[in-house]
């Protein structure tokens, strides 16, 4: 296989038949061997963590797609930690689109003088980063994604528009084992003018809390997948 992409925590094969195969890797986004889903970097390896997250990943894509919201997910192989997903072009050269039901992490470092950690966000908050380690994941408007070229403002209302669907989908489940989803980051592309989820809907791209306790991503996967 032709491997066309080396991610922080995944890498990028393109398959035979047109489509695209993940590969999870045990690598954690973090800052001094604390994991941190906000942050932009690797910061840890935890062991399984990438099996975890792509378990996490199947469940939650399974459940979209009956409550009728496409994804770009084929199948996966758990064994192997691969997952096989529809081709779609990622927006620019990359974009993070955070939910955020819960004021915490960089969001309170960025306006911390305007609010509290730990206060709720009512309907979710959604904003958008670009994928650039360097310049530390910048934010971006909706406008300035339209004035650069990267979307049309169409295509970021859809995105929107499925991040709070999504989210809600992804919030009432754990609601429903005693979790409180904080935030979460999910990446979108497209194929024409259709825009879809992509990547995945990993434990280590959540902030979960239980019993006023943050919940680490291989404990979360266990706690998803062993109700």
Not at 85 to 93: D, S, T
Not at 102 to 114: D, H, K, N, P
Not at 143 to 151: D, F, S, T, Y
Not at 186 to 209: H, W
Request: aromatic share 8%; charged share 30%.
């Amino acid at each position: 296989m032709e491997k066309i992409y080396t991610g922080k925590t995944k890498d990028v094969y393109k398959l035979d038949n047109g489509n695209v195969m993940l590969k999870f890797k045990d690598d954690c986004t973090g800052k001094d061997g604390v994991f941190d889903p906000g942050e932009n970097s690797v910061g840890l390896t935890i062991e399984g963590i990438g099996k975890a997250n792509l378990i996490t990943s199947v469940y939650y894509f399974e459940l979209l797609k009956k409550a009728g919201i496409k994804t770009h997910y084929v199948s996966a192989d758990v064994e192997n930690a691969t997952m096989e997903v529809l081709p779609g072009k990622v927006f620019g050269h990359g974009l993070e689109v955070i939910c955020r039901l819960v004021a915490t992490g960089s969001f309170i470092r960025r306006y911390g003088e305007y609010i509290e950690n730990g206060t709720p966000l009512k309907g979710g908050y959604v904003e958008c980063t670009f994928k650039n380690d360097a310049k530390g994941d910048p934010l971006v408007t909706a406008e300035g994604l339209e004035a650069l070229g990267v979307m049309s403002m169409e295509m970021f209302q859809s995105m929107k528009e499925q991040t709070l669907k999504i989210t809600k989908v992804v919030a009432d489940d754990l609601k429903s084992i005693g979790l409180d989803l904080w935030d979460i980051k999910f990446e979108f592309g497209y194929s024409g003018d259709e825009v879809i989820l992509i990547d995945e809907i990993a434990s280590g791209n959540m902030r979960v809390y239980k019993d006023g306790k943050i919940v680490d991503p291989v404990e979360l996967t266990k706690l998803i997948n062993n109700r």
